[in-house]
């Protein structure tokens, strides 16, 4: 693949803004700064690779603490003045050891709907690490493998029964109980969302190339 990085407009010091974004859940972890040299060291290495404006040196994410960032995509906005860098992390984002260095919260009129599903996963994962009374995620947990099954076998049910009856709410509620039982499952099993949209990748996405 030819890579032209000369296509890129860069600002009067030579540098470019680049946004780095979760490749799993979307979620935008810091915004940067690259030069020609970084960009060229980050699609040369696979990993990250920065210019600090205060140091007036490149830096490689991760180096020292070991939270690199392996690259996933890189794409470049309508007028290629800056970046999108979607990677997948090895460890939390920002130095003050958070996920994302976007923490701070300003303003909001509500949760955005796109975190909802690494929100569950993790309270689901939560629950299981440290139980709570009362949780019915935990006791899911605690009558074991076989009740969860009985479970998503029930909502699948009630999803069947409520498309049948072409009632758009209905089927809007169940398919909701039987995402979060079938989280729960994934869970138990150590199957994470990861493990499924590559599944799905390599079902359609692989098999768009074949037929290209």
Request: glycine share 6%; net charge negative; proline share 3%.
């Given at each position: 693949m030819e890579i032209n990085i000369e296509k890129l407009k860069w600002d009067t010091n030579g540098l470019i803004p680049v946004i780095v974004q979760h490749e799993e859940t979307g979620k935008v972890l810091t915004l940067a700064y690259m030069n020609k040299e970084s960009l060229e060291k980050t699609i040369e290495t696979n990993e990250t690779w920065f210019f600090s404006r205060s140091r007036q040196e490149l830096w490689n994410k991760g180096e020292t603490s070991g939270n690199k960032q392996q690259i996933k995509k890189i794409t470049y906005d309508c007028d290629a003045d800056a970046l999108l860098v979607q990677v997948s992390p090895l460890g939390p984002a920002c130095h003050t050891g958070e996920d994302s260095c976007f923490n701070n919260e300003l303003y909001k009129t509500e949760e955005?709907?796109?975190?909802?599903?690494?929100?569950?996963?993790g309270k689901i994962k939560e629950r299981r690490e440290n139980p709570v009374v009362g949780s019915y995620t935990n006791y899911l947990f605690n009558e074991g493998?076989?009740?969860?099954?009985?479970k998503i076998g029930e909502e699948s049910?009630?999803?069947?029964?409520?498309?049948?009856?072409?009632?758009?709410?209905?089927?809007?509620?169940?398919?909701?109980?039987l995402t979060y039982h079938t989280l729960?499952?994934?869970?138990?099993?150590?199957?994470?969302?990861?493990?499924i949209k590559e599944e799905l990748k390599n079902r359609h996405v692989e098999?768009?190339?074949k037929n290209k």
């Amino acid at each position: 693949m030819e890579i032209n990085i000369e296509k890129l407009k860069w600002d009067t010091n030579g540098l470019i803004p680049v946004i780095v974004q979760h490749e799993e859940t979307g979620k935008v972890l810091t915004l940067a700064y690259m030069n020609k040299e970084s960009l060229e060291k980050t699609i040369e290495t696979n990993e990250t690779w920065f210019f600090s404006r205060s140091r007036q040196e490149l830096w490689n994410k991760g180096e020292t603490s070991g939270n690199k960032q392996q690259i996933k995509k890189i794409t470049y906005d309508c007028d290629a003045d800056a970046l999108l860098v979607q990677v997948s992390p090895l460890g939390p984002a920002c130095h003050t050891g958070e996920d994302s260095c976007f923490n701070n919260e300003l303003y909001k009129t509500e949760e955005p709907s796109g975190e909802i599903i690494p929100q569950v996963v993790g309270k689901i994962k939560e629950r299981r690490e440290n139980p709570v009374v009362g949780s019915y995620t935990n006791y899911l947990f605690n009558e074991g493998l076989d009740k969860i099954l009985k479970k998503i076998g029930e909502e699948s049910t009630e999803v069947v029964i409520g498309a049948k009856n072409k009632d758009k709410q209905e089927v809007t509620n169940e398919i909701a109980d039987l995402t979060y039982h079938t989280l729960v499952l994934m869970e138990l099993l150590d199957i994470s969302t990861t493990d499924i949209k590559e599944e799905l990748k390599n079902r359609h996405v692989e098999k768009d190339k074949k037929n290209k």
